[in-house]
């Protein structure tokens, strides 16, 4: 799911699934591709629990392990920082539902950081 709407005539973004709410794009001074852990999702501030990506031979939920959101961290040029969740439910490391997430989170993060805004 792209949780960013680009209005293109008024050159801004809007959020649907986190911070949500609209920005000049303009505004945008960097985004990162950011995986939070599901249990703190939607109850700390948004990526202040990550789970950080790595080769492992078996995927973490084998382990008992609730899963993650992957989603965008953006900040702008004021260093406020919005979350945009691409994940719509909690997916596991190094499936294909983790991996379709992250494919998606990585196109829209390009768009975001283009030098002429675009849709993802």
């Known amino acids: 799911m792209n949780p ?3 209005d293109l005539d008024q050159g801004t973004f809007s959020i649907s699934n986190g911070t949500e709410g609209a920005w ?7 985004c990162e591709v950011l995986n939070e852990e599901a249990r703190f999702h939607k109850s700390s ?7 950080y990506g790595g080769g492992t031979a078996l995927p973490l939920f084998a382990f008992g392990d609730p899963g993650l959101y992957v989603g965008l961290r ?14 719509e439910k ?5 499936t294909d539902p983790y991996f379709a ?8 993060a390009a768009a975001l950081t283009a030098s002429e805004p675009h849709t993802a």
């Open 4 to 6: 960013i709407r680009f």
């Open 24 to 30: 000049n794009w303009e505004d945008i001074a960097g």
């Open 45 to 51: 501030p948004p990526f202040s629990h990550r789970v």
């Open 74 to 87: 953006i900040t702008l040029k004021d260093g406020q920082e919005l979350a945009a969740y691409v994940s």
């Open 90 to 94: 909690s997916v596991h490391h190094n």
């Open 101 to 108: 997430d992250r494919k998606e989170a990585e196109k829209i």
